[in-house]
């Protein structure tokens, strides 16, 4: 097949292509950052970094934008691929990560830190800072993680069961609040219909998944494919024996957890403990 002929000579990386119509739009109209924000109604600095690709902005700011601009839904239509782009990625997470976008049902297991799909922005900014990333970089990451978090919204959202150990809940942030912030994330994502959480206690013991997180999906043909990872380095798992014995701890380790009710007054006594803001 002839290569793709390139007709703009615009990005065809959806981020940057994103940016690229943004900055275009705004400068066909002889229009500054300012002006801008004055009649979309949003503070300047946020499209200033849209447009140099340091953030995606929320659907909220883009929909103000094809509605001012007179372009219906294509702006949006671009944010959502850019959003979903799994380029974003590091190369070893991007198979997984196409593989977790139509995965039918998911269901992890955490050693010592929040799963992805439940961090709030904050915990995610100083788990991923802890890897090395920072300033750009680190924002694009964290926008990144958070945004995986669309997979379990909406009425099709698919099921999604997260055992956590308690460490990860006696692990927290240094920032008080945003750790209260993470931790009431979770309380709200425990009353979703499609999302399960169970607290794994300590006495529990030690088992099989003791030293890494793990990931299950349910694949559209039915297949279980299963993604493991440690501080250093992930792991996709598709052999069918691995999967099947990374499964069979799982379970063992699920009847040992809390139920979802207590796991919630566990999360709840956790939130408690977490000092208060001093009244100004």
Not at 33 to 39: C, F, N, Q, T, Y
Request: glycine letters at 8%.
């Amino acid at each position: 097949m002839p290569p793709r002929r390139v007709i703009t000579g615009r990005s065809q990386e959806p981020r940057r292509r994103f940016a690229e119509e943004l900055r275009l739009l705004r400068t066909e109209r002889g229009l500054s950052l300012r002006e801008l924000a004055k009649a979309v109604g949003w503070d300047p600095s946020q499209f200033g970094k849209m447009e140099s690709g340091q953030t995606l902005g929320g659907p909220e700011v883009v929909q103000a934008l094809d509605q001012y601009y007179g372009t219906p839904g294509l702006l949006l239509a671009l944010w959502e691929l850019a959003v979903g782009d799994p380029s974003q990625f590091k190369e070893q997470y991007r198979r997984y990560m196409m593989l977790e976008a139509e995965a039918v049902s998911l269901w992890q297991y955490s050693v010592s830190i929040a799963p992805g799909l439940l961090q709030t922005g904050g915990y995610a900014r100083e788990v991923l800072a802890l890897g090395g990333a920072k300033g750009k970089e680190l924002d694009q990451q964290v926008e990144a993680r958070t945004g995986r978090q669309k997979l379990l919204e909406g009425d099709d959202a698919p099921p999604f069961r997260a055992l956590l150990a308690e460490a990860v809940l006696r692990t927290p942030l240094r920032d008080d609040r945003e750790w209260r912030e993470q931790l009431e994330h979770l309380l709200d994502a425990s009353e979703c219909p499609n999302i399960t959480i169970q607290v794994l206690p300590h006495s529990s013991g030690l088992h099989g998944l003791v030293s890494s997180d793990v990931m299950f999906l349910r694949l559209l043909d039915g297949r279980t494919v299963a993604y493991t990872e440690n501080a250093y380095r992930g792991e996709l798992i598709e052999e069918n024996s691995s999967v099947e014995l990374l499964q069979r701890a799982y379970d063992a380790m699920r009847d040992l957890a809390l139920n979802p009710a207590e796991s919630r007054k566990f999360i709840l006594r956790m939130l408690e403990e977490v000092p208060c803001e001093p009244l100004t």
